[in-house]
């Protein structure tokens, strides 16, 4: 074989470190000045230094025998390593490895913010397992064998599944027997290269080298599983098989506790047509879904070969494949007998099944059926919540005809109040305390506009169609729509921007703008539009208009005042002047003084008269605003946000749980 094609079959072998090292051992053999030393055949060294040798050629010819009995060494082992392809890595595929990291790290966070906004929907178990096959590009898968009711079957049928027939039988096979004697402890069967027992853990352990661990990266628990314990009728979930129960020991007194072992896949063993017929009826009672492909049924039961398996269950004949396994190693000649038996027996279909398939996408496809089956299962779970949730609130919620009968009841107040409103505000203003307040009679009255006005409010505003609401408030908490005291606060910011401006009179405008300030939250438990607006009148605009009173009579007097000493004074100091000429002044001032009061007081009342209308109107639509909306949502639940947001973060995480694919 030539030097090129050497070392061309090297480095397809995958290890192109030994190609360059045979290189640089051919070049210094045949190039190095101490190989004449190893030469007698020539007496003439220099001559030796560039002539070949038969000596020469001898040693070349053992180190290419001994490179090619490298190379066929490391073929062997290349061709006995996993079939699954290695992930590229950072060096070699940059921007492969950035997006399968960058998809990864983004399924990761969205299935943990999935276990924060509704970990109750799901096995936390089983969230873990998914979480720590993210957190490592190759994830270990967990396969667990349970026996039915027993576990030597599924013992037995792991070891004819890992053993080697080109080896004769191994150590680890006489302690996977010795567990035979206690058929209810689990044991947890990993890869290693050296075979032994580790008594500290809480589950036995042992390690088998053997290559369907290795090709899979899988480590299998075996264990009994009670199919008594499942109540008949009853739905089987798939955490059933998929997580579990495994006994322990907790003390040398034999007691016992139980863990929950959450894995990837499972294989249910059983023997004879009780096996069968107890996962059969296990099978057709689960709901699997997206599950399916994760659980398989093996059952000891020899049957025609045509019906020896399915999408779901395979028929093994665990007698046959082990007669079949010794005969191999007795003899290779007994190959035929045994690929007869090992082919009879139906093992073969449970070694496929349990061999990983291959990977096309970025996550293992037993880890993506075990997210995928996660946010089913958390879904399914929002969504029986939501249900019940709502039969919840149609159960406690008020009935459609008794909130149709109190929306009337509230039409049937508002017009009585408006009419009210109009009615009484009509009887106050055209009574005769408020014509006491005329411009001309001011003089007198200046000090009762308080008094007048405010009893105006206390008797003629709303005053029965605030009893009215009370009582009707009183229907409503009675119906059990009214549990809480009424927001308020758009009352007050309402009063806030209608009097938000000074109240100090121009004598350049025409109306008065009177000063005002937000009103407080009531604390009845009722709406308090009436009994507020009521208020911020009497605290606020009346104060107004008694402080514009007293300042028209006391402009119109000192007025009236100081244009008569003119005219006094006028009169005096010119004695040409008559006195109708001087008196002139003193009755252009009463004129003006007078004409002026009267028309900012007429003002200012008619102003104060629109405002009150204004406010009880608004008082009154405010409130049957406010007793509408409470007919309409109150005795309803307020929607529960986390189930929105549990909603949400599945959704995130099926878009991840693609991206991946």
Known sequence: MAIPQLRQAWTKAGNSSRSEQFSTLHCNFCFSPQLPSLVNASKNSRR?????VACGRQWRRVLLLSILRDLATDA???????????RPSATSFPHLELQSTSAGDILYEALDKVKNTAPEQFSLSRLQLALRGLESETPLIRVAVLGLNDATAARKLIRLLLADPLNPKEDWEDILDSYDEDTSRGLLIRYGEVSETIHNDLLPTISIPSSVLKKGNMEILVSAFGADAVPPGAQVAPKTFLVPTVPIRTSHSGRQNFIRYPVHRALVCGSGVDGLLAYS?????????KDEKSVFGAIDLPIMDKEKHNGRIAFVDIG??????????????????????????????????????PSNGHLDPALERLIGSLLDSAEEGVRVQEARQIAQQEALSVSDQVREDLDQSISAWAE??????????????SSQNWRELAWWKLFWHVDDVGMITS????KRYLCQAEKELIWTSGRLQQAGLLNEIPDSSNVGDAAAAATSQAGEVNENDEQTVVETAPS???QEAWPAQIPTSRSKLLNVTVPSLQALAQKLVLFSVSTTTLTSALSALTYISFPTASIYESCSIAAVGLVYSLRRQQKRWDSARTFWENEVREDGRTSLRETERDLRAIVREGGRPAEDVSENAARDAIEKARRALEATK
């Open 48 to 52: 030796a230094l560039h002539e070949p």
């Open 76 to 86: 062997v082992n290349a061709s006995q390593r996993p079939s699954t392809a290695a």
């Open 281 to 289: 009826g296990l099978v057709a009672r689960s709901a699997l879904n």
């Open 320 to 357: 046959a494949a082990g007669k079949a396994l010794d005969k191999f190693r007795e003899s290779v000649q007994n190959a035929s007998e045994y690929e007869r038996g090992w082919n009879y027996s139906g093992v073969q279909r449970v070694l496929d099944w349990l061999s990983s398939p």
């Open 416 to 429: 009585r109040a408006h009419t009210e409103l109009r009615h009484s505000l009509e009887k106050g203003f």
């Open 455 to 458: 009893e105006i409010l206390e």
């Open 520 to 522: 407080q939250p009531s």
